[in-house]
């Protein structure tokens, strides 16, 4: 601790109750972190089986199947179908969801709008220790008879009911999701809450920094739709365990013979208005938050107000908005009402607008910058550059006709993953190197992060560009071994050169995990306890902050977060607590 | 002198099979019918062309956004590299540059918008469905991992797979089972399809698996291929038995899911002639094109197949998903009509549910034959309740 915190008045507390039942929303997020980087792991490899077995289909079981004790050379395909099940669902559930969501959102927000902890100190722990529960039960999926869940990460029905998956893995998946859902909802109440209540004094809501306001409209976001997901899995649940039949029909057969013990007369299509309706705007929940942590990140390197702050904010929440509106175009080739589609298709044309305005005002905040390239600048930058592709390759997707063309392909693949990994991911690693001295005291290596940034950028270019090549063409998505179709044989060689990119890729990560691991025990320690000579609350407090966040009274706040190079002061930066001659707050 | 033979025998074997390739029939398979990045097209009916037009509009847009962003994103990181003791530019945004860039995407994004709705209208809207008379019925059953298909036949029309036992059995059974309101399937104006559809949903007719007998049945039934005639409108019923499965030509950029329970009316058109008729027998087709022959990625020297177009299921639907295509034969409107009178004629000759197994057998040269008599088709409505 560099300052000496006049606020210690907590008596000593064990190992356990500070490193594991601690309600302290800084250890929670870290809890949040450390616990989403090893779920980053899990889901990378079962990503690498995937991309194994699209580039060795004769010869990937050799490897991938005595994992999982699958017999044969070749992996089964509902052995593929469990990989990519389970990729997706640990990235979406356990990673990207709870980096942002748990790990940022706790242990940023509060400090940044100059709070003393979250509003609901247990409710935030209860969401973490119900976080570990959902990932045991997703993890012992894989143990039961049958597999784990293998309907894909939307487990769409009839194919997701017990009549044609049957095992426990698939009940496991949705009470597992459920769980995650739960845990997630906490973290939503508790954010906005302490958003809305706990702000320091000064601190109105157009003085917040970007992170803090994507995370509140998430939260939003989350609290709005995450429910409608969990009474869908809730559904699907007693469908598989009670015998309901809320998405079967009347007269289907498995393997030929009718399906009987059931009620009948379900929506096929209901379950996919109901799960998109969560799952669209989770798309959103996965990426806001990365576009605050860069927009952070950007206006701190660049040393630069960020261009056009309300247009950012009113894009955040026109995005979220919107976000309610767009589910069906999922859904563009279920055979929903046509006229339907269309209103999808204009709600899903908007929603590039804001997304648009944004972009152009990240590359208004870099214009006439003073841009430092360090790594969590890099990672930032990767960010717009790759969101630009995402962006753009959407707007294919969201003409409904051509979509028609690229439904269910791997340009839809290419597509989410360059919002995604490209996106969301980059914005993950800008965020931990940028708060990392923060949290821990110690820089992160600056050559370590420049070569994961380098090799990370270069590789899942490799993997996912080639994606739309091959979409376009026609490739299916969730193909376990698409060259059983002629005029796929030819595609054999890209998917090989993606595989072995994505290999690259995953062995990057292990750089940067060693960077963190190393870094907190032996990384330079910090100089100040504002490093990057920032303007937001969370650096105008001890390193790393003490209980309580703040020493001494909580500061006052006399203006916004992106003060940079003000011609007010001599430094290039102006923190939001300094108080200027004729500032009131 | 010994050696002498040998070697003409391999010169004339040279000669022989240049001679042959030379000879060779097929034509090398088209590529052309493309837009930048899509497969070849085989349709040149409205809804493709509109796809591959708006598919290259949007390039354009999408190429020359990038070129502007990535253009004014390197300008930066090349002009505004942080130097020693210089601020940077102190502003916090500007109203008409913010106007200006919400605008101009807009813009392109409305007239993005109306540009597709033509398209997607003839694609899905049955009101705006093309209007030929000459359409081509066609009934799609998707199971569980095969597409199965049904054509007309001779008469243009699909005969009933029911014995008359069956029938009898099943008015019946209605009569029993039904109290008054419920349609007489003797009336002529009682939707007929749907009380046969009703009849699977009957316990003791499904279990006596016999009602897929019929003597006047000259429908081709088909499973994995399928054969349609070139610049006709097939206007097909497609349902699915068991989960969700998609109906995706890539050559046609044609893509439907069969959803369980909701029989979707379709439609699409091809334009190019893939296949001709064995001149000496009317049920064979002949490939009019070859294609190269891949092998674990690598392209096979030398190697031709005979080259034909593919339907694939773009649905995720269990763990033999990925085995689910089926071949698309396209023949001159003169060759289907001799094929279909072929084809159609034999289906009749055959009275019994397993002649039609055999025909159908003939015809796809497959030794694992889906059963139709367990196929049982879904109930959209259940007179009675």
Not at chain 1, 135 to 140: E, F, H, K, T
Not at chain 2, 255 to 265: E, I, N, R, S, W
């Amino acid at each position: 601790m560099l300052l000496q915190s006049g606020h210690d008045t907590h008596h000593k507390q064990s190992f356990f109750s500070t490193y594991v039942w601690s309600e302290d929303h800084k250890m929670i997020g870290k809890q949040f972190m450390f616990t989403a980087l090893l779920m980053y792991a899990v889901g990378g490899l079962l990503a690498l089986g995937v991309r194994g077995q699209l580039g060795w289909p004769e010869t990937a079981g050799k490897f991938i199947n005595p994992i999982f004790g699958w017999s044969g050379d070749k992996v089964p395909g509902e052995g593929y179908n469990m990989l990519f099940t389970m990729h997706a669902s640990v990235m979406i559930f356990l990673v990207i969801i709870p980096m942002l969501n748990g790990a940022f959102a706790n242990y940023v927000v509060p400090l940044q709008i100059g709070a003393r902890d979250m509003a609901f100190p247990f409710l935030n722990a209860l969401s973490y220790w119900t976080y570990v529960p959902a990932i045991l039960i997703l993890a012992s999926s894989f143990f039961v008879e049958g597999g784990s869940g293998q309907g894909g990460w939307t487990s769409y029905p009839p194919l997701a009911e017990k009549q044609w998956t049957p095992g426990t893995g698939q009940t496991l998946w949705l009470i597992g999701a459920f769980t995650a859902g739960a845990s997630s909802i906490m973290g939503a109440v508790n954010y906005i809450t302490t958003i809305v209540k706990m702000r320091a004094p000064g601190m109105s809501f157009f003085r917040m920094p970007m992170t803090t306001w994507a995370i509140f409209i998430t939260a939003i976001l989350q609290l709005f739709s995450t429910p409608v997901l969990g009474s869908a899995l809730l559904m699907q649940t007693t469908d598989r365990v009670f015998g309901s039949s809320f998405f079967i029909p009347d007269g289907l057969a498995v393997s030929g013979n009718p399906v009987t013990g059931i009620a009948g007369g379900g929506q096929v299509l209901m379950w996919q208005h109901i799960f998109w309706f969560y799952s669209h705007p989770a798309v959103y929940i996965m990426i806001l938050p990365a576009m605050g942590i860069v927009s952070d990140v950007m206006a701190c390197f660049a040393r630069k107000p960020i261009f056009g702050y309300k247009p950012m904010v009113y894009s955040i929440g026109g995005i979220a908005g919107l976000g309610f509106v767009v589910w069906g175009h999922h859904m563009f080739s279920s055979g929903m009402n046509p006229f339907l589609g269309m209103t999808f298709m204009v709600s899903t044309m908007f929603i590039a607008l804001p997304s648009a305005v944004k972009t152009f005002n990240w590359l208004g905040t870099l214009w006439g910058g003073q841009i430092t390239f360090s790594s969590a600048m890099l990672n930032a930058l990767s960010f717009v550059t790759m969101f630009v592709i995402g962006g753009l390759s959407g707007i294919f997707c969201a003409a409904t006709s051509v979509d028609m063309h690229i439904h269910d392909t791997y340009f839809i693949v290419g597509h989410i993953h360059y919002v995604l990994f490209g996106g969301t991911t980059f914005g993950i690693f800008a965020g931990i190197t940028y708060w990392f001295p923060k949290m821990f005291g110690r820089y992160m290596n600056e050559g370590l992060g420049k070569l994961h940034w380098f090799i990370t950028f270069v590789a899942f270019n490799c993997v996912f560009f080639p994606m739309h090549i091959l979409g376009s063409q026609g490739m299916m998505r969730r193909v376990a071994d698409p060259y059983n179709y002629e005029y796929l044989k030819p595609m054999l060689g890209l998917n090989r050169f993606m595989s072995i990119s994505a290999f690259v890729l995953g062995a990057a990560q292990i750089i940067f995990v060693f960077n963190m691991l190393w870094s907190m025990k032996k990384g330079r320690k910090v100089e100040s306890d504002n490093p990057w000579k920032s303007n937001s609350l969370e650096w105008q407090t001890p390193t790393p902050p003490p209980h309580g966040n703040f020493p001494g009274p909580v500061p006052t706040v006399y203006r916004g977060p992106y003060e940079y190079s003000s011609p007010q002061v001599a430094e290039d930066y102006l923190p939001q607590t300094t108080k200027l001659p004729g500032d009131s707050a | 002198m010994s050696r002498f033979p040998k070697v003409g025998v391999l010169a004339a074997w040279f000669l022989a099979a240049a001679g042959v390739v030379a000879q060779d029939p097929r034509l090398p398979a088209p590529k052309d019918g493309s837009s930048y990045w899509l497969p070849p097209r085989f349709s040149e009916a409205y809804v493709p062309l509109e796809i591959d037009g708006l598919w290259n509009n949007i390039m354009v847009v999408v190429t020359i956004t990038s070129i502007v962003v990535y253009g004014i994103f390197l300008w930066c990181m090349v002009a505004y590299r942080k130097k020693e003791g210089q601020k940077a530019l102190f502003t916090h945004g500007n109203h008409t540059l913010e106007i200006v860039w919400t605008i101009v995407p807009a813009g392109i994004l409305v007239w993005l918008a109306f540009a597709q709705m033509p398209a997607w209208r003839q694609m899905k809207v049955p009101q705006d469905f093309p209007t030929d008379k000459n359409q081509l019925r066609l009934e799609i059953f998707a199971q569980q991992f095969a597409w199965n298909f049904r054509l007309p036949g001779n008469d243009g029309k699909f005969e009933s797979f029911l014995s008359d036992k069956a029938r009898a059995d099943a008015k019946k059974w209605l009569k029993e089972n039904t109290e008054g309101g419920i349609d007489d399937p003797s009336d002529p104006s009682a939707p007929g399809r749907i009380f046969e559809d009703a009849i699977p949903t009957m316990p003791k007719l499904r279990d006596s698996g016999k009602y897929w007998d019929n003597a006047d049945d000259d429908d081709i039934l088909s499973a994995g291929s399928l054969v349609v005639p070139a610049n006709r409108v097939v206007r097909a019923d497609m349902r699915s038995v068991d989960v969700i499965h998609a109906f995706y030509i890539p050559s046609a950029r044609f893509k439907q899911d069969a959803v369980p329970g909701k029989p979707m009316d379709i439609h699409f058109t091809m334009s190019r002639v893939t296949h001709k008729l064995d001149e000496k027998d009317p049920t064979k087709l002949v490939a009019l094109y070859y294609d190269d022959v891949w092998v674990d990625g690598v392209k096979q020297e030398g190697q031709r197949r005979d080259f034909v177009l593919e339907i694939a299921c773009a649905e995720l639907c269990g763990g033999n998903h990925t085995k689910m295509g089926a071949k698309l034969f396209v023949l001159s409107e003169s060759d289907w009509d001799k094929w279909n009178q072929a084809m159609s004629a034999k289906a009749a000759g055959e009275n019994d549910r397993k002649n039609d197994q055999n025909v159908w057998r003939l015809w796809n040269n497959q030794d694992k034959v889906r059963p139709w008599e367990r196929m049982l088709p879904p109930v959209p409505k259940y007179p009675g309740e």
